[in-house]
């Protein structure tokens, strides 16, 4: 495409910057855009995306003279969003346009400002447009000119509740509209590009993917080390990488950021040296200032800056932090479209290849890292499983609906919110349920007839604070305090504390404690120190469920004896040594094994499925046997003192006459109600409990597998 296309002044900037060309995805994606089509922009990291979707649309809209937002571009994080402000706003103003970031930051004077002259393009955030439909009344002005959705980083948004709460957004926003706005999604490689074409449009027809293939000219510098004791060998090794570089360390989790960081300067101070490494951490609990002192930090280019910023997954996004010599990974990592996001990060100078370091000690999380970055090598992201029955969700809209209307009959409810892809399955029958659960329990009250306002339990729960609480569909306390007596011990994550049943133990401070009581209006913990000797099951919380796509990579691997190039001479002995304890097992794709393990008295069904289908599997079988068995992403374990291994087969060639509802209803009925979301109180049992199998289990993939698999006993 030749750059005479674009806006005379973005021809003028094309030139400033000495560009030789557009890249292969704004060269794409120009006339689908400029002609107003809707469509998933899919390229790697550094591929020019934003440009890509910018670019015809300053063209085509600055020909607009009509007033109000023409263009809503949505980011998942306020440091994104700032991130893109940088380009837009200029971008914009080159087109003697006017671009506005908003999000919690931002002053309320602006935005009032903003709700009385708005400009062409809005950058915001989920929980802002929702502020904006709760709290401003001329909303439907502002946004009666709005020509253009674009969603970054789309795949984020799909794989987490924000992305249902978006769709919500969207089709209220579209009530209102003379037309329906063109939707585009941005978003790097994934699994099932046409899936989120469906999730994108929801109810809507048409819409493309336009996707641009990751280069594997690109030369790679990758590598999985690992020691045989996490301590100072890897610590040792890890500070030597760090030395004179420019490094993203991503850590599992906000304790193992800050340990690292400890452990990094006490390395400084017991090792004195001309080059100490600088380093600083970066996660959710972190502060907003000190997040972005990090990240402002690391692209100083004087002998002050970061060596490098130790991350949870929170700057897997694309935050710009300038060039970046290597990306380190310490532990496991549980998807290949993470690895492909966070090592897209380097090798973005000419000349400089990509490159990757794997530090673990722990032989599962090798197994785990060593599929990730095979699947990578490869250009193979997993699928995005999109939700559709996202009841609590809807609990969460419906008093929405009804505080932006002030009031509203269940019919304009269904009529509006039925259009979003997240709850596309969902009967009217069950929003009819939902909605009377929500009467009986004062969330919601009827007036006149059938017009519902929100009743005293939402005011008490979710509209004090101004809002506060209703504006985001995740929980905005994230910690609860662990209190001995009068001495506070620390801090619990909110999702940890409200999902345990007393009595538990859990550890922390190197200390076991017993829990006496929770009380989750303080957002307390009260504890005694535990005397017991029960192991606590802290490590093995919540981890994020492994995919299909990997836990099949993870099978081939250990099935095969090819060489794994990236492998460091421990890791690879590692991994024969895991090779000769599985390949007896003859796994292979489209073959599930079934053993009895040697001595155990146990039965283990071989199916390298991932955490979500053998989680249904084992509910499965828990409800057949009585038993309680376990799982993991490779397979399922029941005792043989409650089924023998025939009666396990035999169930199994009975589960391939099911059809998915005849499965999802075999776990409803074996599956109980528990919290799960702070708006899960909202709903009757039978809705949470589906909410809870979509959410945790697959049984739409449990039907196709059984219906391609063969298994052998």
């Known amino acids: 495409m030749s750059i005479h296309k674009l806006h005379p002044r973005l021809q003028d900037l094309v030139k400033d910057q000495k560009w030789d060309r557009l890249t292969e995805i704004q060269e794409k994606a120009f006339d689908p855009i400029y002609q107003g089509k809707s469509c998933i922009i899919e390229a790697p990291t550094s591929g020019g995306k934003t440009e890509a979707v910018l670019f015809p649309l300053l063209t085509r809209i600055a020909t607009r003279k009509t007033s109000g937002f023409k263009v809503l571009y949505i980011a998942p994080l306020k440091a994104l ?72 980083e789309a795949h984020y948004f799909a794989l987490t509740e924000r992305g249902s709460h978006l769709m919500s957004l969207l089709a209220r926003i579209g009530e209102y509209l003379p037309h329906e706005p063109q939707r585009i999604a941005v978003t790097a490689t994934i699994g099932n590009p046409d899936e989120l074409l469906h999730w994108l449009m929801g109810g809507r027809s048409g819409g493309e993917c336009i996707r641009v293939e990751g280069k594997n000219t690109k030369e790679k510098d990758f590598e999985i080390r690992f020691f045989v004791e996490d301590g100072r060998d890897l610590q040792r090794d890890l500070y030597n990488l760090l030395v ?20 990094i300067n006490q390395y400084n101070q017991e090792h004195p040296g001309r080059f100490p490494v600088k380093v600083k951490t970066h996660h959710s609990s972190v502060s907003k200032r000190l997040r972005e002192d990090a990240e402002a930090s690391i692209k100083n280019v004087s002998g002050e800056s970061l060596n490098a910023i130790i991350s949870t997954s929170t700057l897997e996004l694309g935050i710009d932090i300038g060039e970046l010599d290597q990306i380190l990974q310490i532990g496991g990592l549980n998807s290949s479209g993470s690895f492909l996001q966070r090592v897209g990060r380097t090798g973005r100078r000419a000349g400089r290849p990509q490159f990757f370091r794997g530090l673990c000690s722990d032989v599962g999380e090798l197994v785990l890292l060593t599929g990730c970055v095979s699947l990578g090598m490869k250009g193979r992201s997993e699928a995005i499983l999109l939700p559709r029955r996202a009841f609590h969700i809807l609990a969460h809209q419906v008093i929405c609906y009804c505080i ?226 376990s799982y993991d992403y490779q397979k399922v374990v029941l005792n043989m003192n409650q ?38 109180a909202c709903l009757p049992d039978a809705l949470a409990t589906r909410t809870i199998i979509e959410k945790g289990m697959d049984a739409a993939g449990l039907v196709r597998e059984l219906n391609i698999v063969t298994i052998e006993y």
């Open 404 to 629: 932006q209307h002030a009031g509203a009959t269940a019919e304009q409810i269904w009529t509006t919110l039925s259009k979003a892809f997240c709850f596309s399955k969902i009967s009217r029958a069950e929003l009819d349920m939902l909605v009377a659960h929500m009467v009986q329990e004062e969330y919601l009250r009827r007036v006149n007839g059938n017009v519902l306002l929100t009743g005293d339990k939402s005011e008490k729960e979710f509209l004090r604070a101004n809002y506060r609480r209703l504006f985001a569909i995740f929980d905005t306390g994230p910690i609860y305090n662990v209190v001995d007596g009068k001495k506070v011990i620390g801090t619990l994550d909110s999702e940890f504390a409200r999902t345990q049943q007393l009595p538990f133990i859990f550890v922390l401070g190197g200390q076991e404690w017993n829990t006496l009581k929770i009380d989750h209006e303080q957002q307390q913990v009260m504890v005694q120190k535990n005397e017991t000797g029960i192991a606590p099951k802290w490590n093995t919380y919540n981890n994020p469920d492994i995919p299909f796509e990997l836990a099949q990579e993870v099978g081939r691997l250990l099935m095969g004896d090819e060489t794994i190039e990236f492998l460091d001479y421990q890791a690879f002995m590692v991994i024969r040594a895991q090779r000769e304890a599985h390949r007896y097992l003859g796994w292979e794709k489209r073959k599930w094994i079934m053993e009895v393990a040697g001595g155990s008295g146990k039965i283990h069904l071989w199916t390298f499925a991932g955490d979500k289908i053998n989680r249904a599997l084992h509910i499965i079988f828990k409800s057949c046997s009585e038993g309680e068995g």
């Open 643 to 680: 089924m023998s291994i025939e009666a396990a087969y035999a169930l199994m060639m009975r589960l391939r006459d099911q059809t998915e509802n005849d499965i999802v209803n075999l776990l409803e009925s074996n599956t109980a109600p528990k919290w799960f979301s702070k708006f899960s």
């Open 81 to 152: 969003l700032n991130d893109l402000a940088l380009r837009v706003l200029p971008y914009a103003q080159k087109c003697y346009m006017e671009a506005f970031k908003w999000h919690g930051d931002v002053s309320q004077g602006d935005k009032v400002r903003q709700m009385n002259f708005p400009s062409d393009i809005l950058l915001t955030t989920p929980e802002s447009i929702e502020a904006i439909l709760l709290r401003r009344g001329n909303w439907r002005a502002v946004f009666s000119s709005l020509e253009t959705i674009v969603i970054d």
């Open 244 to 263: 004179r570089k420019k490094s993203i360390v991503f850590d599992r989790s906000r304790t193992g950021t800050e340990d690292t960081a400890a452990r």
